[in-house]
């Protein structure tokens, strides 16, 4: 599954340790989530859209 995260953090100017504080998970996660080696939990991904302010279909992108 692609995502659309690295792009947003740095619109954001967040780092991803900004990034893990606010929604609560660890620097690692974010650096997995981006990498695309994690996917996120759904409360984990709803908590990134409302960081964004986009929707989670904005966030990823599934690719077959």
């Given at each position: 599954?692609?995502?659309?995260?690295?792009?947003l953090?740095?619109t954001?100017?967040?780092?991803?340790?900004?990034?893990a504080?606010?929604?609560?998970?660890?620097?690692?996660?974010?650096n997995?989530?981006?990498?695309?080696?994690?996917?996120?939990?759904?409360?984990?991904?709803f908590?990134l859209?409302?960081?964004?302010r986009?929707t989670?279909?904005e966030?990823?992108?599934?690719e077959?």
């Amino acid at each position: 599954m692609k995502n659309n995260i690295k792009n947003l953090r740095a619109t954001f100017n967040l780092t991803q340790g900004d990034l893990a504080n606010r929604i609560e998970v660890s620097r690692q996660t974010i650096n997995a989530i981006e990498k695309g080696k994690f996917d996120p939990s759904l409360p984990t991904a709803f908590r990134l859209a409302a960081v964004f302010r986009c929707t989670i279909e904005e966030l990823f992108v599934y690719e077959p």
